[in-house]
T-cell receptor, first 117, second 115 residues
Framework: AQKITQTQPGMFVQEKEAVTLDCTYD???????LFWYKQPSSGEMIFLIY??????QNATEGRYSLNFQKARKSANLVISASQLGDSAMYFC??????????????FGAGTRLAVHP | SAVISQKPSRDICQRGTSLTIQCQVD?????MFWYRQQPGQSLTLIAT?????????ESGFVIDKFPISRPNLTFSTLTVSNMSPEDSSIYLC????????????FGPGTRLTVT
C-alpha cells in the first residue's frame, strides 16, 4: 500500500527566509505522482506543485520548488522568500489509481507552517 | 483547473439529524471525490463519485451513513446521516484526478459541527 509520511507537525520561519517541509513516500509502483497542497485557516485546499516519478528535473512553481530525491523516496517542498501569507497547513500527497484512468489522493499528516515577521 | 463551490460553508446540527452538502463544478467532470478532515487531522477519502454509476466507498465508510448522489457531470451531493459529534469535520469535495498528472481541485469545504 502507498504511504506518505510528514514528520514535522509544525515549523516556523522568519519572513523572507527559505523553509523546507519534509515528505517521504512509499510505493511499489514505478510510475507515481506527488503533490503538495496548502490549506489556509479558511479550509480550502490549494494545489501548489506536482512532481512525476519520471520527470527529469525537480518541479518549480514560482517561490515553490520540490527537492525530489527518488532513491531516498523523498519529495521535500522548498518555499523561498517566505511571506506572512504562507502561514498555513501543508500536505504532501500521492496519487493512487482507482481504475478507468482516474486517481485518488493519499495524504500525509501535514505540517503547520508559521511565518514570523 | 476547475472552480468548485460547496454549500453550506458551515453548519451546526443536532445529533441524530442529517445534512446534505452540495458540490458544484464550473465545468463537466467525470469523477468527483468526497473527503473528510476531522479536527487537526489530514484528509481521508470517503468515496469517489462517477457520473452515471454508484459511488465507490473507501474502507470504513458505508453508503447508509454517507449516501452520495451524482445526477450530472457538474454536481454531486454528500449526505451525512444520523449524525453524532464524531461526525464533526470539514467535508471537502474535489474534481479531477485524471490525465498524466491526476491533480485534484478542491471546493472550499463545509465545516460541520454536531452537538
Amino acid at each position: 500500500a502507498q504511504k506518505i509520511t510528514q514528520t514535522q507537525p509544525g515549523m516556523f520561519v522568519q519572513e523572507k527566509e527559505a523553509v523546507t517541509l519534509d515528505c517521504t513516500y512509499d510505493t511499489s509502483d514505478p510510475s507515481y505522482g506527488l503533490f503538495w497542497y496548502k490549506q489556509p485557516s479558511s479550509g480550502e485546499m490549494i494545489f501548489l506543485i506536482y512532481q512525476g516519478s519520471y520527470d527529469q528535473q525537480n518541479a518549480t512553481e514560482g517561490r515553490y520548488s520540490l527537492n525530489f530525491q527518488k532513491a531516498r523516496k523523498s519529495a521535500n517542498l522548498v518555499i523561498s522568500a517566505s511571506q506572512l501569507g504562507d502561514s498555513a497547513m501543508y500536505f504532501c500527497a500521492m496519487r493512487e489509481a482507482v481504475g478507468g484512468g482516474y486517481n485518488k489522493l493519499i495524504f500525509g499528516a501535514g505540517t503547520r507552517l508559521a511565518v514570523h515577521p | 483547473s476547475a472552480v468548485i463551490s460547496q454549500k453550506p460553508s458551515r453548519d451546526i446540527c443536532q445529533r441524530g439529524t442529517s445534512l446534505t452538502i452540495q458540490c458544484q463544478v464550473d465545468s463537466q467532470v467525470t469523477m468527483m471525490f468526497w473527503y473528510r478532515q476531522q479536527p487537526g487531522q489530514s484528509l481521508t477519502l470517503i468515496a469517489t463519485a462517477n457520473q452515471g454509476s454508484e459511488a465507490t466507498y473507501e474502507s470504513g465508510f458505508v453508503i447508509d451513513k454517507f449516501p452520495i448522489s451524482r445526477p450530472n457531470l457538474t454536481f454531486s451531493t454528500l449526505t451525512v446521516s444520523n449524525m453524532s459529534p464524531e461526525d464533526s469535520s470539514i467535508y471537502l469535495c474535489s474534481a479531477g484526478g485524471q490525465g498524466a498528472r491526476g491533480e485534484q481541485y478542491f471546493g472550499p469545504g463545509t465545516r460541520l459541527t454536531v452537538t
